[in-house]
């Protein structure tokens, strides 16, 4: 349900913490740069009240805003069934979890049944609708048996599921309580047309710790973040810097006009606790997002059926294209629309539909904004020459449907030494290679298909021992040109140098899956 990457912390109850803005008094004077002298103190004149007045484009109070907004901003609380193989996760170890709030024992203080004990925890949520629709994160509600909405006036109302979105970590839910019949609910508006700029204002409520009703603010510190995760895949996260903390998750980010610009999701923590680095996706993402769940209890996006990698600046400058970014396609699904298309291993996508794209998640984006049969026109670079390659979009499958499809269900594990020892072995790029024979696929589980040569020794000092590569990797192409022999890998770093290349790129295969990796060639 939640994932942690660099440092980044996503889950259930991330939240705002208090944020504490001391505004600057006026009353200060500036010494002038290059002054002769430096006074040895600095004497403030009593003649008058010092002025504690905000300086210009700062509000005096946020007090407004939050009257204003705060009761479309609601505590959600949910029962779940506990993990048997867990407990709640420590911050900053395992994930952000949720906030736990008690467990319900069984008569008598004893198990009932052996079902597994159920769990309470708490997140945050706001209106969008008059009719008792609200946004959170899916991490939020994705494992509820009971959700309860408690609203800024006290009243507690059940709620249900409308749908649930994996890819952007968003949910919505909608308040199902008779008592609540014909109720018109408060809301608030997505704001997608005024983009504050970095260093703006933010404010945002939500129910950090179970507080429930907390305000913070900061300002915007930067857009376009991207934390590396699958749950940020379709993201591109705005960072703020009021703090965010367990319980506030799905809680809203406002400008200072009351309009939504961003759900809280995130925050970076090397401890678990808040550094004051949040993140937050952005209002058109969201309210795209909400649109679909509503109308459908699901999101559906483009897909081509390709596992692609950043095009990163070393693989450019290995490749000898060192201006070039994009996203590289390391294998196609049999079948998919981009295979049907005509693009290849290999192939670089620089561009979609007019769009460039500079990394692989940038290119998945790209995709996923077509609808089922869509054509999307993909700008490529193949051996170095542009092209452009039209592909009819499909329905990209369910994340763990994905997962299931990038994973051969084997352990990988390869034994420390094989049954015999290898022979014609040869040394390049940190690496020892040798043919890749029967006894090498029966040692490594290494799959009729694949062709290449094998890894049989890694220099752990060398740039590939640094890039993870490891015994029983293969060694498939250098630069674009296939190798099925040593002698195919020496004339391929050859023609590098030649071209006055420092550096190959490298496709590898593990456990069946390709992998590009740009390689040093050792003096």
Known sequence: MTARKSGFIVGAVAGAGVAAAALAGMGMRMGTAGAAEVPAAIRVSTAAAPSFAPPPGAPMSFADIFEKVSPAVVQIDVTSKASPSRGPRIPGLEG???????????????????????????????????????????????????????????????????????????????????????????????????????????????????????????????????????????????????????????????????????????????????????????????????????????????????????????????????????????????????????????????????????????????????????????????????????????VRPAEDALGATNNDGEDGGAPATPDKPQTQKFEALGLTLAPLDTTARATYKIAPEVRGVLIVGVKADSDAGEKGLVKGDVLASVSGVAVNSTSEVAGAISAAQKGGRTSVLAKVIRQGRPVFVPLKIAP
Do not use: C
Request: charged share 25%; no cysteine.
């Open 96 to 394: 952000f979890d949720i906030v736990p709030r008690g467990q319900k024992p069984g008569a008598d203080g004893e198990d009932e049944s052996p079902a597994a004990p159920k769990q309470q925890s708490s997140g945050s949520g706001f209106f969008i609708s008059a009719e008792g629709y609200i946004v959170t994160n899916n991490h939020v509600v994705a494992d509820a048996d009971e959700i309860k909405v408690v609203m800024k006036d006290g009243r507690e109302l059940k709620a249900t599921v409308v749908g649930r979105d994996e890819g952007t970590d968003l949910a919505v839910i909608k308040v199902i309580d008779p008592k609540a019949k014909g109720a018109a609910f408060p809301y608030v508006d997505f704001e997608n047309s005024a983009k504050p700029r970095v260093g703006d204002w933010v404010i945002t409520i939500g129910n950090p710790f179970g507080l429930g009703g907390t305000a913070t603010a900061g300002i915007i510190s930067a857009y376009g973040r991207d934390l590396n995760d699958s749950s940020s895949r379709f993201v591109d996260y705005i960072q703020i810097d009021a703090p965010i903390n367990r319980g506030n998750s799905g809680g809203p980010s406002f400008d200072i006009y009351g309009r939504v610009i961003g759900v809280n999701t995130a925050i970076f923590s090397p401890t678990g606790g808040s550094v004051g680095i949040g993140f937050a996706i952005p209002a058109d993402v969201a309210e795209a997002t909400a649109k679909q769940l509503i109308a459908g209890g699901k999101v559906v996006r483009g897909y081509i059926g390709a596992n692609i990698q950043d095009f990163s600046e070393e693989m450019a400058e290995a490749q000898g294209m060192p201006d070039v970014k994009g996203a590289i396609i390391a294998e196609l699904v049999a079948g998919a629309p981009a295979a049907k298309a005509g693009l290849m291993p290999e192939d670089i996508v620089t561009a979609v539909n007019g769009v460039n794209v500079k990394s692989g998640s940038e290119l998945t984006r790209e995709v996923a904004k077509a609808k089922p049969g869509d054509i999307i026109r993909m700008s490529i670079l193949r051996s170095g020459k542009p092209r452009t390659v039209e592909v009819k979009s499909g």
